[in-house]
Structure formats: C-alpha cells, structure tokens
C-alpha cells in the first residue's frame, strides 16, 4: 500500500491553555489578555504580525501592546528574541506543580534567595528557577550562588539572572567549584581589558560585542602582553589622534604575525631605523612615539624568521 499523504482540514478555532485561563486571565488587564490571544490566532493563521496590525485590529493603542508583550514575557509565557520573534512557552508545569517539587530543605535555600533578592519569591519566580535547574542541569546550591553573583552586580532581575545561567550552562559550568573557576578567570580577563579601555578612554560599558572579541584576540589568541597591547594603543593614537579598535588592531595583528612579543622587541626593532628612514615623509601607519620614523618591514622579517638575530646591535 502507497504512503498515505494527509492534508488536515482548516481549523476554525485555536487552542488556548487551561493553565492560562485558570491562572493567568483572571489576575491581568484585559487589554493583555487580548493580546495575548491575539498572538494566538495570528500565529496559527500564519499571518503577517506586527504591533501596528495588532493595535488596529483590538482597537487599542500600540504602546499598550508593547506593554502586553513585555508584561507576558516577564510573566515567561512567551519569549521574545532580540530579532522579534515571539515563541510562546510551555505552560503545562504551572506554578503549584513547581512548588510542590521544591523539598522541605530546599524551601530553606529559597528563603536565602528571598533575602539576598531582597523580596519575597512570587509563583512564577518559584516556576521560574524550577525551570532553570531543570533546563540547566543546575543544582540549588549552584542556583543560589548564581543570584549570590548577580546580586554582588547589583542585578536582580530575572532576565538578567537568567542571561547569566545561559553563560554559565554554555560554559559547561554543574558545580560551585565550576563557578568559582570560571567567575575567577572571567574577572582576572576583565581587569586585563580594563586597563587597556581606560588608557584610551572607553568605560567596559561602552564597547560592543565586536570590540569585545578584538580584546580576547589579543590577549588571548596572540597572547600579547598588556603592555604592548597598549604601546600599540600610544602609537596608534598618536598617529590619527583618536582611539581607534579597528586601527590599533591593525598594529597589534602586524606585530602578531612579526613575533613581537615584548616593549624591548619594540625597541630593539626600532633601533634598526636608518636616519635616511627618520628624514623620510611617513606614510607607515606604524609609528612609534618617540618620533616621526616608520620600521623596515623587510628587514624586521628577516630577523623574526631566523635570517638574523633580533638582539643584533
């Protein structure tokens, strides 16, 4: 007998959780209310969505729609990524069954997470951190160090404590010594990067992802030490008169690739500097700042690759 290909008939009605009704829909505004099940039906008709459409279509105004999503979203019956897509949450385990899986000793480390939170655990905080040692594989121990950690950071907001579990799980991290470890080599990596954004100028609040990630490339994939890092910096500075990432990486991944590994390599190079090269328009963007000369990059690759000696006076 064939496959048997079946085409479902159209549906005209849509499924809504008891959990939401019995839970939810009596305890919030009915403007979310609608929204809600608004997001419902559009996500089953597959049509286009926006917060414009939906404030046209429930007659309310769209600032209040943007509430609602915010207001689900908090309450984690719907996750909102940062490209806007909404995806709506299980709400199968509702608060009583995630209370009732918290032990009599348990209840006692909650209580320490009510302190350090500095207010009591609502049932959908309780719902909440079930989920998390459920979907991280944490233990109430490493969960009540984590708000511990996030409360010395002066964050206690859910979205916070849960962006720094997803840290936490990607980096592999199931026990307290785990934590510790990577918490200590997370702040001895800042306290590197610190030092050199504030020798140009920028705040660790300030720079982006990107510029993050050319931090750790030249810390920690070329293992450039600090102090070249930032005579890289000096010098690029000078050169265009601002702090540039993009410029100064540019010195840093040239240096890389020579084998620069120390400010006395800098100098021993930049003694090689003919006087004909010092009395030379510069147009080399690798100046040092000691004066208006640039590096015979042929010369520095044949002693960097053995043809000479790098302490050859």
Same mark, same amino acid.
């Given at each position: 007998?064939p496959? =048997?290909?079946?085409?479902?008939?159209?549906?005209?009605?849509?499924?809504?959780?008891?959990?939401?009704?019995?839970?939810?829909?009596?305890?919030s505004?009915?403007d979310?209310?609608?929204?809600?099940?608004m @997001?419902?039906?559009?996500?089953?008709?597959n049509k286009?969505?926006?917060?414009?459409?939906?404030?046209?279509?429930l007659?309310?105004?769209? /600032?209040?729609v943007?509430?609602?999503l #915010?207001?689900?979203?908090?309450n984690?019956? =719907?996750?909102?990524?940062? +490209?806007?897509?909404?995806?709506?949450?299980? @709400?199968s385990?509702?608060?009583?069954t995630c209370?009732?899986?918290?032990?009599?000793?348990?209840?006692?480390?909650?209580?320490?997470?009510?302190?350090?939170?500095?207010?009591p655990?609502?049932?959908?905080?309780?719902?909440?951190?079930?989920?998390?040692?459920?979907?991280?594989?944490?233990? =109430? +121990?490493?969960?009540?160090f984590?708000?511990e950690?996030?409360?010395?950071?002066?964050?206690t907001?859910?979205?916070y404590?849960?962006?720094? #579990?997803?840290?936490?799980?990607?980096?592999g991290?199931?026990?307290?010594?785990?934590?510790?470890?990577?918490?200590?080599?997370?702040?001895?990596?800042?306290?590197?990067?610190?030092?050199?954004?504030?020798?140009? #100028?920028?705040?660790?609040?300030?720079?982006?992802?990107?510029?993050?990630?050319?931090?750790e490339?030249?810390?920690?994939?070329?293992?450039?030490?600090?102090?070249?890092?930032?005579?890289a910096?000096?010098? #690029?500075?000078?050169?265009?008169?601002?702090?540039?990432?993009?410029?100064?990486?540019?010195?840093?991944?040239?240096?890389?690739?020579?084998?620069?590994?120390?400010i006395?390599?800098? /100098?021993?190079?930049?003694?090689?500097?003919?006087?004909?090269?010092k009395?030379t328009?510069?147009?080399?963007?690798?100046?040092?700042?000691?004066g208006?000369?640039?590096?015979?990059?042929?010369?520095?690759?044949?002693k960097?690759?053995?043809?000479g000696?790098?302490?050859?006076?």
């Open positions: 007998m496959n =048997i290909i079946l085409s479902p008939p159209k549906s005209d009605f849509i499924p809504v959780s008891a959990v939401f009704i019995d839970k939810y829909m009596p305890k505004h009915g979310y209310v609608k929204v809600y099940l @997001l419902l039906r559009m996500s089953y008709s286009q969505c926006s917060t414009d459409i939906i404030s046209k279509k007659n309310i105004p769209e /600032s209040e943007i509430n609602a #915010g207001y689900w979203q908090e984690r019956l =719907i996750s909102i990524s940062d +490209e806007g897509e909404i995806t709506f949450n299980d @709400l385990l509702d608060e009583d209370f009732m899986m918290i032990s009599d000793n348990n209840k006692n480390i909650y209580k320490e997470i009510e302190i350090a939170l500095r207010r655990l609502t049932p959908s905080d309780y719902k909440f951190f079930v989920l998390m040692m459920d979907k991280f594989g944490f233990s =109430i +121990e490493v969960l009540n984590l708000i950690y996030c409360v010395s950071k002066k964050k907001d859910i979205r404590i849960e962006k720094v #579990g997803i840290a936490w799980h990607d980096k991290i199931k026990t307290i010594e785990d934590a510790q470890k990577y918490l200590k080599q997370y702040e001895e990596k800042w306290i590197n990067y610190r030092k050199i954004l504030n020798y140009i #100028g920028l705040k660790d609040t300030d720079i982006s992802t990107p510029q993050e990630e050319i931090l490339k030249w810390l920690y994939n070329y293992k450039m030490p600090v102090e070249v890092v930032l005579e910096c000096k010098i #690029g500075i000078m050169r265009i008169n601002e702090a540039n990432l993009n410029y100064i990486d540019k010195i840093v991944t040239d240096w890389h690739k020579l084998g620069i590994k120390s006395n390599d800098i /100098s021993k190079l930049d003694k090689k500097v003919t006087k004909k090269e009395n328009k510069i147009n080399h963007p690798y100046i040092t700042y000691s208006q000369r640039q590096y015979d990059v042929s010369e520095l690759e044949k960097l690759l053995g043809r000696e790098l302490n050859e006076e």
